[in-house]
Every structure is written in C-alpha cells, then in structure tokens.
C-alpha cells in the first residue's frame, strides 16, 4: 500500500477554487516545490470556517496537506503577509496568468523557478505601469520553463547575432530568420522587438504591439486552439481596449 505523504509548511497560491459538496472546496494551488496541486479543501464553506477568508487568488498561502492520489487533502493553510490588491485591469491580468498555468502545468510537477517568475509577475502587476511588459516577461519564462523557450538572440538560419533594424520572421518550429518577404508563415517582427524581451528591458509601442503576436502564437501552439476564457473576459469587459488594439495600439492580455 502506497503511504499516505504530509506536506507541512508549503508556500503557495490559491490559483481556482470550485463547490466540491455543500460545506467543501476543490481547490486548484500553485506549490513552490510541488507545483500545481489539487487539494480537497474539507469544511471550509462553513461560517465558522478559519480558512474561509484567506483562499483567495493572490493570497500567499502557507499549506500543509496530506493524501496518496492526485487529489490530496488540505490540512490546514495560513497567511503571513497582505494580499497582493489588484484591480481592474490588472486583475484581469493576474487571472490571466492563473489560467496560464492552470493550462499548461501537469499536476504535481515541481517548478521552483517558474514559481519565483509568477511572484515576480504578481509584484510587477501590482506596482509597474506597463503591464504588456510584465506579462510578455512571464509568458517567456513559463515558455521557457516548460522546454518551448523562445529563441530571441541570435537568426537560427544563419547563427549570426540579431541585429535591432532588420526584420525577421519567427517560425514556430525554428525561430527568427530575416524576413525576405517572400515566406508567410510565422509572425513578423524587428530585432529590436526580440532584443526587448531577451533583455526585459523597457518596451516602446513597437515592442509591445510586436511581441503580443510573437507570445500569443507561442503559446496558441502549445494550447492546441484551446480558447483562454481570461481573454474573452476581458474583451467583455474592457471593449475601450479591444477598440484601441484594431486601431493598432496595444492590450495588455495576450
């Protein structure tokens, strides 16, 4: 018989929570060292409930659970530190990045450093003024993380070094080659673009209108066509923005 595992004193984040019975929570918590874990979260819809106010998204958490299958038990979880306050858009972009990692992380597959990048975004959501920046960095790194990291240094054709004023074409399965206007495939972009995020450096309306295309293309590809419904929240309520994206400026979620 498998032994029944306890975690104690895990950080984490409640990423998605559902009703499981009438007193009971299925929670979905993205684990420092344990990754995405689904935990049964038993009793807390009780008013007396000592956990019922802290299982919210973009709470750290400290959890403890227990079980042998895919879905564990919670045994516990406290708070140590304020919630990160999001509002508006920038929630919108935390919910945003939630999804992202609901959908492409396996279950219970450790991702210490893609945990660092997420409160890196979170921080950046709550306190940078560009937030197309703050999420271009973290779709990079959870890219990266998950073995499809983009290829943003160097023309994969001919091995030379990006150059910021030419234009490349970046091809899912290769990467950036100059662009000679006579492929289709692939998203278009300058090498300044691709310089931007390779450094995380400051972006221009260039950069941000350039490499919304180059990580949503990625990531499409990885979500097979699967529709992200924090996208098309946010079309729904934020229509001024999707206004100003088909006059050519930017929004902010992917």
């Given at each position: 018989m498998t032994e029944r595992r306890r975690i104690f004193n895990e950080p984490g984040y409640l990423l998605h929570q559902r009703a499981?019975?009438?007193?009971?929570l299925l929670l979905d918590?993205?684990?420092?060292n344990y990754g995405r874990m689904t935990l049964v979260a038993k009793g807390v819809k009780r008013k007396k409930s000592r956990t019922r106010g802290i299982l919210v998204p973009f709470q750290p958490l400290i959890v403890a659970w227990s079980g042998?299958?895919?879905v564990k038990t919670m045994t516990s979880a406290e708070s140590l530190v304020l919630r990160k306050k999001l509002q508006g858009e920038r929630l919108f972009c935390g919910y945003y990045i939630n999804e992202l990692i609901l959908r492409m992380l396996h279950r219970n597959d450790p991702h210490e450093t893609l945990f660092g990048a997420y409160e890196s975004a979170l921080e950046g959501l709550v306190r940078e003024s560009d937030l197309e920046r703050t999420l271009r960095i973290f779709e990079k790194r959870l890219l990266q993380e998950l073995g499809y990291g983009l290829h943003l240094s160097t023309d994969t054709l001919t091995g030379a070094a990006i150059e910021p004023s030419a234009r490349y074409r970046y091809v899912a399965e290769t990467g950036p080659v100059l662009d000679?206007?006579?492929e289709h495939a692939g998203v278009v972009l300058h090498g300044e673009s691709l310089q931007a995020l390779h450094d995380e450096e400051d972006f221009s309306a260039l950069h941000r209108r350039e490499l919304k295309r180059l990580t949503r293309a990625a990531l499409d590809r990885h979500l097979e066509g699967r529709p992200l419904h924090s996208r098309e929240l946010f079309s729904r309520l934020f229509p001024q923005e999707n206004e100003q994206a088909a006059?050519?400026?930017s929004q902010a979620i992917g």
């Open positions: 499981y019975s009438e007193t009971s918590v993205f684990s420092r042998r299958g895919e000679n206007g006579e006059l050519g400026k």
